[in-house]
Nanobody, 121 residues
Framework: QAQVVESGGGLVQPGGSLILSCAASVSRFSLDTINWYRQAPGKQRELVATVTSGGTTNYGDSVKGRFTISRDDAKNTVYLQMDTLKPEDTAVYYC???????????????WGQGTHVTVSS
């Protein structure tokens, strides 16, 4: 069982910044790998950023150097700091939590409802 909720999206001008949050109501959150994806209308879903249980981070080529993913396990929350935003960053952003309901069971993907980010002047 898991619930994932994204927040923080909105309208921002090119060059601006925004912080997205992903809150997960799961046990053993610190063991989970978290991904941020985004999808624009008519386009394929794109992996934006990943943070593992060990704190290792990875980013999609299109956002490297501009976005930063971080986690606060005490709050069961992951953040995506987005800087130097471009119009092409406009999309619905989704949080994906890879979680095990049982300690030795399979990891399953849980998704939030998405939060809209629009970059426009």
């Amino acid at each position: 069982q898991a619930q994932v909720v994204e927040s923080g999206g909105g309208l921002v001008q090119p060059g601006g910044s925004l912080i997205l949050s992903c809150a997960a109501s799961v046990s053993r959150f610190s063991l989970d790998t978290i991904n941020w994806y985004r999808q624009a209308p008519g386009k394929q879903r794109e992996l934006v950023a990943t943070v593992t249980s060990g704190g290792t981070t990875n980013y999609g080529d299109s956002v490297k150097g501009r976005f930063t993913i971080s986690r606060d396990d005490a709050k069961n929350t992951v953040y995506l700091q987005m800087d130097t935003l471009k119009p092409e960053d406009t999309a619905v952003y989704y949080c994906n939590v890879r979680h095990r309901n049982n300690l030795f069971g399979p990891a399953r993907d849980y998704w939030g409802q998405g939060t809209h980010v629009t970059v426009s002047s």
